[in-house]
DNA sequence: CACGATGGCAACCCTGCGTTGCCATCTTGA
DNA sequence: TCAAGATGGCAACGCAGGGTTGCCATCGTG
């Protein structure tokens, strides 16, 4: 925790005029830690120490500036996903290519720490701490998303009536669960993608089309509460 | 922590003849108050002193007979699936329907805490702990499961070759995704069993056949390391 | 009824989150 | 130039939870 910050002299002054002030620059360093620890030991096992001591930064420090570690995570995801946010979604005029595309842009953005600390969040989307940063950071695009969709019904490419929001849901769930830990690959995108698609062609996702319940206790959770 | 065991005198004694030795009293306390918690708080919310608390037993009491919190749920999961471990998978002559079953067992054995605790299980997979135990109570059947598939393919159900563990992974990423928070119904579940089976009929799950990549980056994993 | 097995209790160590008081350094503007 | 306010470092703290230990109470069986 001692490092170029602090009561060292010299080389916060030197490197000040190319990298900005103090400030600007501890956040740069507390928000590179946060990403590579995220990526390295995922949300729960996130520590706060342990940003600090990568950051070389106080631990005190990192509490001014976002009181908690949700409050640290949320801005760090929100800086990493900005050029994302930016750029439209695909629009090859084949949906597979289109959803491949999507999706794939999900965890290859930025630098290869941040495609992987956001998929480690993913990963613990049961979490709801962690199912809040991410609604907060992702929620706004629903309607495009459904959009890519629409315009395959509009082609002709899948049954009118299918439901683009299952569909999403359905491929999503697929690619979310294998984000992180490397098993993640094309294969696994294109084949999660392809099978919906095909499943959606043969009318399985028609929406209000009756779907029948096999085991007998229709409408209910399979739990109680 | 003063349950009606240890220096109180009296209903130990009385409800000895009924309900076995104290010991036996206090594994059976302890498993049920550890499957309520883990149903209530999952398995990284999973506290020590509430399951002991909960059992009326003393803390050191569970770490004398499970060493850890992992030791305590690997036995818990033992003890609760056992009654599923003994009957057979489904064989109605239909994979939709064979599969609904069985992927409907996975949730609906013995009381409903058992069913939901197991489902909290399932969601925190990403977990290497958490793995090791479903690992554990779950990797004997794998071939069975993959039976379900082979037979449906030798009816002509699906096309052949179709790689069977592939379709069961699938849907059993579906339907795990789901196993809590109440959103996994017969509605999902019979989604999810119908589109894959409906996307292996038009042949995206045949083995070996090219699984051509999209996004260019054939066989490498989207991310790094 | 004596003795070994089992359990209760309280205190302890360790790690991690989040906080606090005090001091050093940086920055800015008069 | 220099004084004051903003920013950061440091060490120690309170708190919670996992896991441990020493000692004592109780149980239950020979």
Do not use: C
């Amino acid at each position: 925790m001692s490092g170029p910050m602090g009561r060292s002299t010299g080389s916060a002054r030197r490197t000040q005029g190319i990298l900005g002030g103090r400030s600007e620059q501890v956040v740069r360093r507390a928000l590179d830690a946060a990403v590579v620890e995220l990526a390295r030991s995922g949300y729960a096992g996130f520590r706060m120490d342990a940003v600090a001591s990568r950051a070389g930064v106080n631990k005190t420090t990192i509490y001014r500036r976002w009181p908690s570690r949700a409050a640290l995570i949320t801005a760090l995801v929100s800086v990493m996903r900005t050029p994302l946010r930016e750029s439209p979604l695909p629009n090859t005029g084949q949906i597979e290519s289109d959803l491949v595309h999507a999706f794939t842009r999900r965890f290859t953005f930025g630098r290869k720490m941040e495609g992987r600390a956001w998929a480690r969040l993913l990963e613990e989307r049961h979490n709801p701490e962690v199912e809040a940063i991410i609604a907060d950071a992702v929620d706004e695009r629903r309607d495009e998303w459904r959009l890519m969709v629409t315009r395959a019904i509009d082609r002709g490419e899948l049954p009118p009536g299918t439901d683009a929001q299952l569909l999403l849901d359905l491929v999503r769930t697929l690619v979310d669960s294998r984000g992180s830990s490397g098993r993640l690959d094309t294969i696994w995108l294109t084949l999660a993608v392809r099978t919906v698609i095909a499943g959606a062609r043969a009318g399985t996702l028609v929406r209000g089309r009756k779907t029948r319940s096999v085991t007998g206790q229709p409408r209910h959770s399979l739990r109680g509460a």
